[in-house]
C-alpha cells in the first residue's frame, strides 16, 4: 500500500503531534508529565553542556509543566528510568530496559571497539567495593585505604573501570550529583517486574519499528537502526530483520510509505499517514539542539526544510549560526535559530545573535516574548537582552516584544 499526502504541512503536523509540539498543552505535569514524556519520546538525551539549560532538562522542560530539574533522579528512583546509551547518553523507560541487553552483552563479551577497563581484577574491586559500601561516586575511589591511610585507588583506572561496569550492565546509575553519576550494583536497581532476556533479533527489530512509530510517526529506513547507538542496532542482521518488519507491513497494508518531492520515502503507519492532523497552536518554543524533534538533521531538512547544525564543535572561525544555537518552532514552522548565552552570575539571559529565516507573523511576538522570559527563567536569569539579530531591520520589532516581562 503506497499513501501520498497532498501536502508536506500534514507530514509537518503528524511529526510534531507525535512529539508533543502540536498544541498548546503540555504532555503533563510533575513527575507523571516526565513519564509520558519519556514514554512519548521513548529516550532524552542527557549532555554536559551548560551555556543555557542542559539538553535533558530542556527537552523534559519543553513538555512537561512545572518541571523540576530533580525530576530524572526521582524518577530514577522510582524505578521508572534509567540511563544508558540510545542515540547518545540517555535517559530511558526502564519497561524497555531489556532492548538496551544487546549492547551491554557485547561490552561484557569485549565485542565493543571503545571498551574502558580490560582490567578484571580492577573490576572485580570496584563492585565489591559497591556491593559492601553502597552507591559511589567517581570520586569516592580517591578516598583513602582504610586499613592504612594510604590512596590505593588510582583515579583513571577505576574511572575506567567503572565506565565499563556500566557499558555491560553490571552497575547502573541510581541518580546524579550535579553532573556525576552514582553507581549501584544493577541487581539493587532493577525493578523486579523487569525483564532481564535479551532480545532475539526479530524481537529487536519489531521493538525498534514500535519504538520509531511511536516517537515519530514515520520515518526514513535508515532512521529506524539510529535508535540505539552501537551494537544490535547497527549489525547487519538488525538492519535487515528492520527491512523485513516494515516490508511486510506494507504487504499486510498495516504500513504505508509516502515520497516527498526531496526523494525521501518515509514508512508509517497507514491510518497515521490518511490522518489529518489539528492545526497547530500559535504557541513559540525554544528547542534544545538534541531535541528528538530535530535530532535527525536530515529528517529536519526533509519534512520541515530547516538545515540545522550543532556547532558546539566546530572552530568558531568555521561557525554559522554560533557556539549553541536554539530551534525556534513556530506552529508547525521552524522560523529561526538563536545562539544564546546564560550570564548566570548576573542574572542575564543574552540572545547573542537571532536569526530570522521565515516571514514572522504578528502574533509571534508575543508568543515569542512568553517562550524567550520563560526560558530564560529556566535558566536561571531575570533578565533579557538581544546582541544581534539577522536581518538586522528585525532587531527593532524583536527588541520591542521582549521589553516587557510576560506575566508566569
Known amino acids: 500500500m503506497s499513501t501520498r499526502l497532498s501536502t508536506p504541512t500534514a507530514l509537518r503536523r503528524i511529526a510534531l503531534s507525535h512529539q508533543g509540539l502540536l498544541g498548546t498543552r503540555r504532555l503533563g505535569g510533575g513527575l507523571p508529565g516526565m513519564c509520558k514524556t519519556l514514554d512519548r519520546l521513548r529516550y532524552v538525551q542527557i549532555d554536559t553542556i551548560s551555556v543555557v539549560a542542559r539538553a535533558h532538562h530542556h ?7 512545572g518541571y523540576r530539574e ?7 528512583r522510582r524505578g521508572e528510568a534509567f540511563e544508558y546509551w540510545a542515540h547518545a547518553l540517555a535517559f530511558l523507560p526502564m519497561r524497555d530496559y531489556r532492548f538496551s541487553l ?15 577497563s580490560r582490567d578484571r581484577r580492577l573490576m572485580r574491586a570496584v563492585l565489591d567495593r559497591i556491593r559492601e559500601e553502597g552507591p559511589l561516586r567517581v570520586r569516592d575511589f580517591e578516598a583513602p585505604n582504610r586499613k ?11 574511572k575506567g573501570a567503572l565506565e565499563q561496569l556500566f557499558m555491560q550492565g553490571d552497575l547502573m546509575s541510581v541518580g546524579r550529583d550535579g553532573l556525576e553519576k552514582i553507581y549501584d550494583l544493577a541487581e539493587r536497581v532493577l525493578p523486579a517486574d ?10 529487536l527489530a519489531d521493538h525498534l519499528v514500535e519504538m520509531t512509530l511511536h516517537a515519530h510517526g514515520f520515518a526514513a529506513a535508515r532512521t529506524f537502526t539510529q535508535g540505539i547507538r552501537y551494537g544490535g542496532a547497527r549489525s547487519k542482521e538488525t538492519r535487515a530483520a528492520v527491512r523485513g518488519v516494515l516490508e511486510r507491513g506494507v504487504r499486510s497494508g498495516e504500513l504505508a510509505t509516502v515520497d516527498t518531492p526531496g526523494g525521501e520515502r518515509f514508512f508509517g503507519r497507514a491510518d497515521v499517514l490518511s490522518r489529518r492532523p489539528g492545526k497547530p497552536a500559535a504557541v513559540a518554543r525554544i528547542l534544545s539542539p538534541f531535541d528528538n524533534s530535530v535530532i535527525h538533521r536530515d529528517r529536519a531538512r ?10 558546539a564543535y566546530v572552530p568558531e ?26 550570564h548566570r552570575d548576573a542574572g542575564r539571559f543574552e540572545i547573542r545573535h537571532l536569526y530570522v529565516e521565515r516571514p514572522l507573523p504578528e502574533a509571534f511576538d508575543a508568543a515569542f516574548a512568553t517562550a524567550v522570559w520563560d526560558y530564560a527563567r529556566l535558566t ?13 531591520g528585525d532587531q527593532p520589532r524583536i527588541e520591542r516584544c521582549l521589553t516587557h516581562t510576560p506575566s508566569t
Open 380 to 392: 536561571g536569569c531575570d533578565d533579557v537582552y538581544v546582541s544581534a539579530v539577522t536581518p538586522a
Open 302 to 311: 526533509e519534512i520541515f526544510d530547516f538545515d540545522f547544525q550543532f556547532e
Open 317 to 342: 572561525a568555521k561557525r554559522r549560526w554560533g557556539y549553541f544555537s536554539l530551534p525556534i518552532l513556530f506552529g508547525d514552522t521552524f522560523v529561526g535559530r538563536m545562539d544564546c548565552k546564560a
Open 70 to 76: 530533580d525530576g530524572a533522579n526521582r524518577l530514577i
Open 148 to 158: 592504612g591511610g594510604q590512596t590505593w585507588w588510582n583515579w583513571k583506572p577505576a
Open 59 to 65: 527537552t523534559f522542560w519543553s513538555r512537561v509543566s
Open 102 to 116: 544487546p549492547v551491554m552483552n557485547a561490552y561484557r563479551r569485549g565485542e565493543e571497539k571503545w571498551v574502558r
Open 194 to 203: 523487569v525483564v532481564t532476556v535479551e532480545p532475539s533479533i526479530p524481537e
